[in-house]
Protein backbone atom coordinates (compact mmCIF):
# COMPACT_ATOMS: atom_id res chain seq x y z
CA UNK A 1 0.00 0.00 0.00
CA UNK A 2 1.18 3.45 -0.34
CA UNK A 3 -0.60 6.51 1.16
CA UNK A 4 -0.27 9.58 -0.47
CA UNK A 5 -1.13 13.04 1.10
CA UNK A 6 -1.76 16.60 -0.97
CA UNK A 7 -1.56 19.85 0.46
CA UNK A 8 -0.69 23.45 -0.74
CA UNK A 9 -3.65 24.49 -2.70
CA UNK A 10 -5.38 27.66 -2.40
CA UNK A 11 -7.01 30.89 -3.83
CA UNK A 12 -4.30 33.04 -6.53
CA UNK A 13 -5.18 35.38 -9.02
CA UNK A 14 -4.31 34.45 -12.58
CA UNK A 15 -0.94 35.03 -13.08
CA UNK A 16 0.51 33.86 -9.75
CA UNK A 17 2.27 30.56 -8.24
CA UNK A 18 1.45 28.24 -6.15
CA UNK A 19 3.31 24.86 -5.43
CA UNK A 20 1.38 21.91 -4.44
CA UNK A 21 3.00 18.47 -2.46
CA UNK A 22 2.63 15.58 -2.33
CA UNK A 23 3.43 12.80 0.84
CA UNK A 24 3.88 9.23 -0.03
CA UNK A 25 4.03 6.82 2.70
CA UNK A 26 4.33 2.84 3.20
CA UNK A 27 6.45 1.45 0.43
CA UNK A 28 9.67 2.35 -1.37
CA UNK A 29 8.82 4.59 -4.51
CA UNK A 30 12.09 3.34 -6.60
CA UNK A 31 9.64 1.34 -9.42
CA UNK A 32 6.75 3.68 -9.62
CA UNK A 33 5.96 6.66 -11.49
CA UNK A 34 4.11 9.24 -9.51
CA UNK A 35 1.54 12.08 -11.15
CA UNK A 36 -0.52 14.78 -11.01
CA UNK A 37 -4.28 14.71 -12.33
CA UNK A 38 -6.85 17.38 -11.64
CA UNK A 39 -10.24 17.54 -12.12
CA UNK A 40 -12.54 20.76 -12.91
CA UNK A 41 -16.34 20.96 -12.04
CA UNK A 42 -18.48 19.07 -14.63
CA UNK A 43 -15.15 17.72 -16.34
CA UNK A 44 -13.62 14.64 -16.07
CA UNK A 45 -10.56 14.03 -14.08
CA UNK A 46 -7.31 14.87 -16.30
CA UNK A 47 -3.33 14.02 -16.78
CA UNK A 48 -1.54 16.91 -16.03
CA UNK A 49 2.51 15.55 -15.53
CA UNK A 50 4.15 12.36 -14.19
CA UNK A 51 7.72 11.68 -13.09
CA UNK A 52 9.75 8.75 -12.85
CA UNK A 53 10.75 8.35 -8.94
CA UNK A 54 14.14 6.11 -10.59
CA UNK A 55 15.31 8.57 -12.48
CA UNK A 56 13.31 12.10 -12.09
CA UNK A 57 12.63 11.94 -16.40
CA UNK A 58 9.60 14.15 -16.87
CA UNK A 59 6.57 14.35 -19.19
CA UNK A 60 3.52 17.08 -19.03
CA UNK A 61 0.04 17.77 -20.70
CA UNK A 62 0.50 20.42 -23.27
CA UNK A 63 -1.01 23.36 -21.41
CA UNK A 64 1.21 22.98 -18.69
CA UNK A 65 4.85 23.28 -20.14
CA UNK A 66 6.42 25.60 -19.71
CA UNK A 67 4.18 26.87 -16.97
CA UNK A 68 4.21 23.83 -14.54
CA UNK A 69 7.27 22.01 -12.71
CA UNK A 70 6.92 18.51 -11.48
CA UNK A 71 9.98 17.41 -8.92
CA UNK A 72 10.60 14.87 -5.93
CA UNK A 73 12.57 14.32 -3.15
CA UNK A 74 13.48 11.07 -2.60
CA UNK A 75 14.96 11.83 0.81
CA UNK A 76 11.25 13.12 1.78
CA UNK A 77 9.23 10.84 -0.14
CA UNK A 78 7.36 13.86 -1.70
CA UNK A 79 6.62 15.03 -5.03
CA UNK A 80 5.89 18.47 -6.37
CA UNK A 81 4.29 20.83 -8.53
CA UNK A 82 5.34 23.94 -9.33
CA UNK A 83 2.75 26.08 -10.68
CA UNK A 84 3.65 29.42 -12.63
CA UNK A 85 1.67 31.79 -14.49
CA UNK A 86 -1.38 30.06 -13.25
CA UNK A 87 -4.70 30.80 -15.25
CA UNK A 88 -8.58 30.69 -14.61
CA UNK A 89 -8.39 27.16 -16.29
CA UNK A 90 -6.20 25.36 -14.19
CA UNK A 91 -8.79 25.99 -11.50
CA UNK A 92 -9.76 22.22 -10.26
CA UNK A 93 -9.16 19.82 -7.84
CA UNK A 94 -5.38 18.55 -8.38
CA UNK A 95 -4.83 14.64 -6.92
CA UNK A 96 -1.48 12.90 -6.86
CA UNK A 97 -1.60 9.53 -7.80
CA UNK A 98 1.19 6.56 -7.84
CA UNK A 99 1.72 3.68 -10.45
CA UNK A 100 4.09 1.20 -10.02
CA UNK A 101 5.80 0.54 -13.64
CA UNK A 102 3.78 -1.41 -16.41
CA UNK A 103 0.37 -0.78 -14.24
CA UNK A 104 -2.44 1.50 -13.76
CA UNK A 105 -2.23 4.78 -11.37
CA UNK A 106 -4.12 2.28 -8.43
CA UNK A 107 -2.83 4.82 -5.08
CA UNK A 108 -4.29 8.40 -5.33
CA UNK A 109 -4.62 11.36 -2.34
CA UNK A 110 -7.74 12.78 -1.57
CA UNK A 111 -6.98 16.01 -3.62
CA UNK A 112 -6.31 19.60 -2.64
CA UNK A 113 -8.62 22.51 -4.13
CA UNK A 114 -6.72 24.91 -5.97
CA UNK A 115 -8.60 28.34 -7.33
CA UNK A 116 -7.50 30.80 -9.92
CA UNK A 117 -9.42 34.17 -9.91
CA UNK A 118 -9.35 36.54 -13.48
Known amino acids: QVQLVESGGGLVQAGGSLRLSCSAS????????MAWFRQAPGKEREFVAR????????YYKDSVKGRFTISRDNAKNTMYLQMNSLKPEDTAVYFC???????????WGQGTQVTVSS
Open 51 to 58: ISWSDGST
Open 97 to 107: AAAKVGNSYKY
Open 26 to 33: GRTLSTYF
